[in-house]
């Protein structure tokens, strides 16, 4: 079983990871308002992304016999002042939910929570290439914010269809 210090945190961060669903399907709403579809599902998709990141939380705590609290969140950001600001909501809820991550990494090395540990490394990978990812964008989109075209054709360019990550996490409900 897990550390409970770890187990506090992680169900903690289970509500971060559906906080951040939210925020993102409040963006994606917002550009799909604006007729702009390639933004509007780049954000549906990273909604499901940071839902499928709670999801395997839950599966871990449960994989491991440790107790599964679903806290409540708060509601998200949905009035925006123009294009580029859900961008730079998203970056810094990245940037936070990058330094949560590596609290929870922290709090199991300071418990020897090995197997908790080795749990983490995928999120610690995987907020790398978010950051980037919303950077990236937030660059394009700051360059671009009176070209909605060319933000959508970058985001249909370099944000397309993507396969699924063979090393991520079981998560709960998703059967297999």
Same mark, same amino acid.
């Given at each position: 079983?897990?550390?409970?210090?770890?187990?506090e945190?992680?169900?903690?961060?289970?509500?971060?990871?559906?906080?951040?669903?939210?925020?993102?399907?409040?963006?994606?709403?917002?550009?799909?308002?604006?007729?702009?579809?390639?933004?509007?599902?780049?954000?549906?998709?990273? !909604?499901?992304?940071?839902?499928?990141?709670?999801?395997?939380?839950?599966?871990?705590?449960?994989?491991?016999?440790?107790?599964?609290?679903i806290?409540?969140?708060?509601?998200?950001?949905?009035?925006?002042?123009?294009?580029?600001?859900?961008?730079?909501?998203?970056?810094?809820?990245?940037?936070?939910?990058?330094?949560?991550?590596?609290?929870?990494?922290?709090?199991?090395? %300071?418990?020897?929570?090995?197997?908790?540990?080795?749990?983490?490394?995928?999120?610690?990978?995987?907020?790398?290439?978010?950051?980037?990812?919303?950077?990236?964008?937030l660059?394009?989109?700051?360059?671009?914010?009176?070209?909605?075209?060319?933000?959508?054709?970058?985001?249909?360019?370099?944000?397309?269809? %993507?396969?699924?990550? !063979?090393?991520?996490?079981?998560?709960?409900?998703?059967?297999?």
């Amino acid at each position: 079983m897990p550390a409970p210090r770890f187990v506090e945190q992680l169900n903690a961060q289970i509500g971060n990871e559906l906080s951040a669903h939210n925020q993102y399907l409040a963006c994606a709403i917002y550009y799909d308002a604006l007729t702009m579809p390639r933004m509007a599902a780049f954000f549906y998709d990273q !909604a499901l992304e940071e839902r499928s990141h709670a999801m395997m939380m839950v599966q871990y705590l449960l994989d491991t016999d440790a107790e599964v609290t679903i806290p409540a969140v708060g509601a998200p950001t949905s009035l925006f002042a123009d294009l580029v600001a859900p961008v730079e909501l998203a970056l810094a809820q990245e940037r936070t939910v990058t330094d949560q991550i590596n609290g929870l990494l922290r709090i199991a090395r %300071e418990e020897s929570d090995f197997a908790s540990e080795q749990f983490m490394q995928w999120f610690i990978k995987e907020q790398v290439e978010e950051v980037a990812t919303m950077s990236d964008l937030l660059a394009v989109v700051r360059r671009n914010h009176d070209d909605i075209e060319d933000i959508e054709e970058y985001v249909a360019r370099e944000h397309g269809a %993507e396969g699924e990550d !063979a090393t991520a996490p079981r998560q709960a409900g998703a059967g297999g």
